[in-house]
Every structure is written in structure tokens, then in C-alpha cells.
């Protein structure tokens, strides 16, 4: 017998059950992570993120699962429909509450449909109409997508795909920040040189440590310079203190954390994530402002530490043009979005399909200002 059903608490299905599903290499997908959101309070029904994770059990066993949300609006998602909710709320027709199928407040692409057999996820994904109706839920949204579940949206009725873009960064095999740098232009190799030179100049140092290498001291200072990047422009941070706490005690070995001192003192850091070949920078901060700080500390800082730890890719995070010229490239990312609405449904698609080529004409135009040599 199969059956589909909702978590409103991740606590609730064991670590091991789901993580048994989860890819190797995949830290933003392990229960650890996941359950520190809800347990911190980052996401919670009082900040419009009610946890329904979705489970396809058959005869007994859990073979299926795609962590999701309820959700009422759609801050924090890296994939901006406010327009579709504008518009709708024009049209008199309810786009909230939603289904959201993502990791909260990481535009990481991965795997989000986590099944040992990809029968049992299609099963789940066609499943999901009918779930969305009986729910209450306007649709289904699923954000930044891997290969194997583009293959089988593309193959299910109704899906709309939607590209956007990302800067990340690859290791090719070099020996050091220098032979990075040997492999640019000469203008834009002068301009990165000048740049880590400014900082150092500033006389600031940097150190890298892992999760479990930081005192609540510390972590408090996380989490002053991450919530300090949101009051500078009048926000609310997305993440409690306890949410980096959790983190430390639950996933240790995933996390990695780069202080920047000046005469002793910190005053900069950036959190990032390790998984399989890549590193992830997420959340950065500062509590005094320092010329060309923030690219070498979020940029600079993890290009070194992927080249002398082995790591073959480094994002650094959503959007940022000032990435490209510093040797990010352009790079597709998919979500994948289900509405009800017939005619919200219509109106989606053909908006999607004008931008789809903007997007792509967008990350063509990238890749030819990209700095590297072209000798």
C-alpha cells in the first residue's frame, strides 16, 4: 500500500530514515540542517514558513521525500514570483498559502526530490495535484533543481521550468591564488592583486576554523556580523542565534568559518558549508566598515581555502555581478512551478517563456566579460 503524507515537524521522522535518502555531499539537505530551522524558530508558522515535508511511504517504508513549506509569502526564496502575487491579488484569486519545495534562505542548487528509486518520486510528483486541491495550496513550487528532477518535471503536465543565473566559481587545478591569478587578464590580475593587498595593508589577518573549533563567544560574533548585514538596511535577519548554535553542535564537520582580525580584534567573518567537492559560502558580516573587506573575505578568502583544501567548486551565493570580473561564472539554475489556476497557469507560462530567453542572452553576455585570458 502507498500513501502520501505531510510533516509539520521534521523531529518527527527519525534522523536516520531521512537521511538515508539524502546524496552524499548534500549538507543543506541533511536532517541536521533542516531540523535546526525549525527548532531555532527560523521557520515557524509565525514567520509564514510552516513546515510540510512530504513522504511517500509504500508497504511500510519511507521511499520518498521532498522537504516543503506552506508558506504566505515569499521572502526568502531567491526565486522572485512577488509579481505573480501582485497580480493575482488584482485578479481576485488567492496565490497564498503555497507549497514550497525548497531548502529555507539557501539559493543552493541540489537534489530536492530525495527518493532511493526515482519510480517512488515520480509516484510523489504525481501525487501532487491532487494534494495541492485537498490542501487548500495554489500551487507547487520547487526551487533550484538538479538534473535528474528537471528530466522528470519536464516530462510531467503542467510543470513550468524557469531559468536564472548564479556566478560560481571553479578550481581548476591550481596550485595556488597565484596561478589563479596567472590565468586572468593583466588589467584584471593587477585589479584582484591591489585588492588583497589593500586589506593586508589594513592590517588585517584572516583564520579559518570548523564548527566545533568556535566558543559561544564566538558564535555570538557570527551571529552579530550576519544579523548586522540586515540592520544596516532596516531588516529583520532571517536566522536566529540559537538557529547557528544547533548548526555547531548537530553538524560540526560541515562548517566551516573565516574571522577577520585587525590588532587582535575580530570584525568580519563569513560562515560557508562543505560538501562533496564543493565549498558554499552563506552568510557574511561586519561590524566596522574596511575598504575591499567584503570581497576579501567572501571571494579571496574562499578561493584560497578550495585550492589548498581540494575543493573544486566555491559558490558564494545568489546573484552579484561584482563576482563575474573576480572569475565567477555564469551559471543555470532551475525551478519549477505548478498552479491550479488555469488561467494564473496560462499567464505564468508566457511570461516564462520571454524571460527564459533573457535569461539565457543574459548568461551568454556574462560569460564573454568574464576576466580570464583568452590567449
Same mark, same amino acid.
Given at each position: 500500500?502507498?500513501?502520501?503524507? %505531510?510533516?509539520?515537524?521534521?523531529?518527527? =521522522? @527519525?534522523?536516520?530514515?531521512?537521511?538515508?535518502?539524502?546524496?552524499?555531499?548534500?549538507?543543506?539537505?541533511?536532517?541536521?540542517?533542516?531540523?535546526?530551522?525549525?527548532?531555532?524558530?527560523?521557520?515557524?508558522? +509565525?514567520?509564514?514558513?510552516?513546515?510540510?515535508?512530504?513522504? =511517500?511511504?509504500?508497504?511500510?517504508?519511507?521511499? $520518498?521525500?521532498?522537504?516543503?513549506?506552506?508558506?504566505?509569502?515569499?521572502?526568502?526564496?531567491? *526565486?522572485?514570483?512577488?509579481?505573480?502575487?501582485?497580480?493575482?491579488?488584482?485578479?481576485?484569486?488567492?496565490?497564498?498559502?503555497?507549497?514550497?519545495?525548497?531548502? @529555507?534562505?539557501?539559493?543552493?542548487?541540489? @537534489?530536492?526530490?530525495?527518493?532511493?528509486?526515482?519510480?517512488?518520486?515520480?509516484?510523489?510528483?504525481?501525487?501532487?495535484?491532487?494534494?495541492?486541491?485537498?490542501?487548500?495550496?495554489?500551487?507547487? &513550487?520547487? +526551487?533550484?533543481?538538479?538534473?535528474?528532477?528537471?528530466?522528470?518535471? $519536464?516530462?510531467?503536465?503542467?510543470?513550468?521550468?524557469?531559468?536564472?543565473?548564479?556566478? &560560481?566559481?571553479? +578550481?581548476?587545478?591550481?596550485?595556488?591564488?597565484?596561478?589563479?591569478?596567472? %590565468?586572468?587578464?593583466?588589467?584584471?590580475?593587477?585589479?584582484?592583486?591591489?585588492?588583497?593587498?589593500?586589506? $593586508?595593508?589594513?592590517?588585517?589577518?584572516?583564520?579559518?576554523?570548523?564548527?566545533?573549533?568556535?566558543?559561544?563567544?564566538?558564535?555570538?560574533?557570527?551571529?552579530?556580523?550576519?544579523? +548586522?548585514?540586515?540592520?544596516?538596511?532596516?531588516?529583520?535577519?532571517?536566522?536566529?542565534?540559537?538557529?547557528? %548554535?544547533?548548526?555547531?553542535?548537530?553538524?560540526?564537520?560541515?562548517?566551516?568559518?573565516?574571522?577577520?582580525?585587525?590588532?587582535?580584534?575580530? *570584525?568580519?567573518?563569513?560562515?560557508?558549508?562543505?560538501?562533496?567537492?564543493?565549498?558554499?559560502? #552563506?552568510?557574511?558580516?561586519?561590524?566596522?566598515?574596511?575598504?575591499?573587506?567584503?570581497?576579501?573575505?567572501?571571494?579571496?578568502?574562499?578561493?584560497?581555502? $578550495?585550492?589548498?583544501?581540494?575543493?573544486?567548486?566555491?559558490?558564494?551565493?545568489?546573484?552579484?555581478?561584482?563576482?563575474?570580473?573576480?572569475?565567477?561564472?555564469?551559471?543555470?539554475?532551475?525551478?519549477? &512551478?505548478?498552479? =491550479?489556476?488555469?488561467?494564473?497557469?496560462?499567464?505564468?507560462?508566457?511570461?516564462?517563456?520571454?524571460?527564459?530567453?533573457? *535569461?539565457?542572452?543574459?548568461?551568454?553576455?556574462? #560569460?564573454?566579460? =568574464? @576576466?580570464?585570458?583568452?590567449?
Amino acid at each position: 500500500m502507498t500513501s502520501l503524507y %505531510s510533516l509539520a515537524h521534521l523531529r518527527d =521522522l @527519525p534522523a536516520a530514515t531521512w537521511d538515508a535518502l539524502v546524496p552524499a555531499g548534500q549538507p543543506f539537505l541533511r536532517h541536521a540542517f533542516l531540523s535546526a530551522m525549525e527548532d531555532s524558530g527560523s521557520v515557524q508558522r +509565525n514567520t509564514g514558513w510552516a513546515a510540510e515535508h512530504l513522504v =511517500l511511504e509504500r508497504d511500510g517504508q519511507v521511499r $520518498a521525500l521532498l522537504p516543503a513549506y506552506r508558506k504566505w509569502h515569499s521572502f526568502g526564496e531567491y *526565486v522572485f514570483d512577488h509579481g505573480w502575487a501582485e497580480a493575482c491579488e488584482r485578479a481576485g484569486i488567492a496565490y497564498y498559502p503555497k507549497l514550497l519545495g525548497a531548502v @529555507p534562505f539557501s539559493p543552493v542548487s541540489g @537534489p530536492r526530490l530525495l527518493a532511493a528509486d526515482p519510480a517512488d518520486g515520480l509516484l510523489m510528483l504525481q501525487a501532487l495535484p491532487e494534494y495541492l486541491g485537498k490542501g487548500g495550496l495554489s500551487g507547487a &513550487h520547487i +526551487n533550484f533543481t538538479d538534473p535528474a528532477l528537471d528530466a522528470q518535471l $519536464a516530462g510531467l503536465p503542467g510543470w513550468m521550468e524557469r531559468l536564472g543565473c548564479q556566478f &560560481h566559481w571553479q +578550481n581548476r587545478g591550481y596550485r595556488d591564488f597565484q596561478d589563479f591569478l596567472d %590565468s586572468l587578464s593583466s588589467r584584471k590580475r593587477k585589479q584582484m592583486r591591489k585588492e588583497r593587498e589593500q586589506v $593586508a595593508g589594513q592590517g588585517i589577518d584572516f583564520r579559518w576554523y570548523r564548527g566545533d573549533e568556535l566558543d559561544e563567544a564566538q558564535w555570538d560574533f557570527v551571529f552579530q556580523c550576519y544579523a +548586522n548585514t540586515y540592520a544596516v538596511r532596516r531588516r529583520a535577519p532571517y536566522l536566529t542565534r540559537e538557529f547557528f %548554535s544547533l548548526l555547531a553542535e548537530r553538524m560540526p564537520e560541515a562548517l566551516r568559518v573565516v574571522m577577520a582580525r585587525q590588532g587582535g580584534r575580530d *570584525v568580519a567573518m563569513a560562515l560557508s558549508l562543505v560538501g562533496g567537492d564543493s565549498l558554499f559560502g #552563506r552568510y557574511w558580516g561586519c561590524l566596522d566598515e574596511f575598504d575591499r573587506l567584503h570581497f576579501e573575505t567572501c571571494f579571496y578568502q574562499g578561493m584560497d581555502f $578550495a585550492i589548498a583544501e581540494g575543493y573544486q567548486r566555491f559558490d558564494a551565493g545568489a546573484q552579484g555581478e561584482h563576482k563575474l570580473i573576480r572569475g565567477f561564472e555564469p551559471v543555470l539554475t532551475r525551478s519549477w &512551478h505548478y498552479l =491550479l489556476h488555469p488561467g494564473l497557469r496560462r499567464a505564468v507560462e508566457d511570461f516564462l517563456l520571454q524571460e527564459r530567453e533573457g *535569461v539565457k542572452g543574459y548568461a551568454e553576455e556574462a #560569460r564573454g566579460m =568574464l @576576466p580570464y585570458r583568452r590567449d
